[in-house]
């Protein structure tokens, strides 16, 4: 298993939320004992709980497994800057970058 799954990062990411070792393990519904041998060396967790494990953490396995926060560098799709318009004439749901200024026209909106 990569170094990065190790207990101490779990327990680096789990202290990080504010999380004891019994509210993270009722998430992934194991026992505290076992969150503290993964932080403690005695063991790891099982496959199958990467994903629970990166959910309870708020990161995606990949940042698990690597260690890395991945950020998305293509600034044109990405998500968190999209904005979604709704035409109060039609409704049309129309996605874009940004609409400040615009007309109803320019946003798409064949209906004006």
Avoid at 34 to 51: F, H, M, N
Avoid at 88 to 98: A, F, K, L, R, T
Wanted: charge should be positive.
């Amino acid at each position: 298993m990569n170094q990065y799954i190790t207990g101490v990062a779990i327990k680096e990411l789990r202290e990080k939320r504010k999380m004891t070792q019994l509210q993270f393990a009722e998430i992934l519904k194991v026992s505290d004992k076992t969150v503290s041998k993964w932080e403690t060396a005695k063991g790891y967790p099982d496959i199958t709980l990467l994903e629970p494990i990166a959910e309870a953490f708020g990161i995606s396995v990949p940042e698990l497994i690597s260690g890395h926060q991945i950020k998305n560098a293509n600034v044109s799709a990405n998500m968190m800057r999209s904005k979604f318009y709704i035409c109060p004439i039609c409704e049309n749901v129309i996605h874009g970058m940004s609409f400040l200024g615009w007309s109803h026209r320019e946003r798409g909106c064949e209906n004006a």
